[in-house]
């Protein structure tokens, strides 16, 4: 993406209230108290009424299409599963486009505004509890969002040796998009406590997430080997790479 449609892609955002963060990984853009406390509170309590998986550690339930864990893509077979009435007033009205490694330019995206996920994803993180350093397929979905709710925690986005943590603050919606959706891995590591850089200790409590993922309108062209499965097919190179529900 050259420095014209970084501005058009950074103009995008802030039109939406979401603003980059000013580290690496580059692409990073946030928005604090997407929903008020009170909202919160609500949505929590609707959360633990939910029919969750019936075994311990991490909890997803999944709306919208459903991806192939096998295929790294959407499953056509599966019926779209309709988003529930609490989940329509959390949808990001985003900007969307394509990232740098597309064809269409940022300033195309306006004309698709408003665009709903055509997945998310709620998981629930009891106190402890993480999720393996990943990428989400870039063959199956375009940039991702994610809105977190209940206690704070860490997430780490690593690149080879280089390791950053955000943190990932009630209410809070992040984008990850260019970079940090395409080059680096995210996840959470499995601990009771989070250090944070003024020296505390942070306990961990239950939390939970909603990922908004968008189908991707062409193929990636990042040709990144080490995460990409479009390149990774392309070059003809078994699929090694980690998934998570």
Not at 65 to 80: E, S
Not at 207 to 214: D, I, K
Request: glycine letters at 8%; a negative charge.
């Amino acid at each position: 993406m050259d420095n014209h449609e970084n501005h058009d892609h950074d103009n995008l955002h802030c039109l939406f209230g979401l603003h980059e963060l000013p580290i690496e990984p580059h692409g990073l853009f946030w928005q604090d108290d997407f929903i008020t406390p009170e909202h919160e509170t609500q949505l929590l309590s609707i959360f633990r009424s939910l029919d969750w998986p019936d075994r311990s550690g991490r909890l997803a339930l999944h709306y919208g299409y459903t991806f192939d864990y096998t295929t790294f893509g959407v499953d056509p077979n599966v019926p779209f599963i309709p988003f529930p009435e609490w989940l329509i007033p959390l949808i990001p009205k985003v900007p969307q486009h394509n990232d740098k490694n597309q064809t269409s330019q940022a300033s195309q995206a306006s004309q698709e505004v408003g665009r709903p996920p055509d997945q998310v994803c709620l998981q629930y993180y009891p106190p402890g509890s993480g999720i393996p350093p990943h990428v989400d397929a870039h063959g199956a979905w375009d940039e991702l969002y994610a809105l977190s709710l209940g206690a704070p925690t860490l997430m780490e986005f690593r690149q080879g040796e280089r390791r950053v943590e955000v943190d990932l603050t009630p209410r809070s919606l992040m984008c990850m998009s260019g970079d940090s959706r395409l080059h680096w891995t995210h996840g959470i590591k499995k601990r009771k406590t989070d250090p944070l850089p003024d020296g505390r200790v942070r306990p961990r409590g239950e939390r939970w997430s909603l990922t908004y993922r968008w189908v991707r309108r062409g193929e990636c062209e990042c040709g990144d080997l080490a995460l990409c499965d479009v390149a990774r097919r392309r070059g003809g190179i078994e699929k090694e790479m980690r998934s998570v529900k």
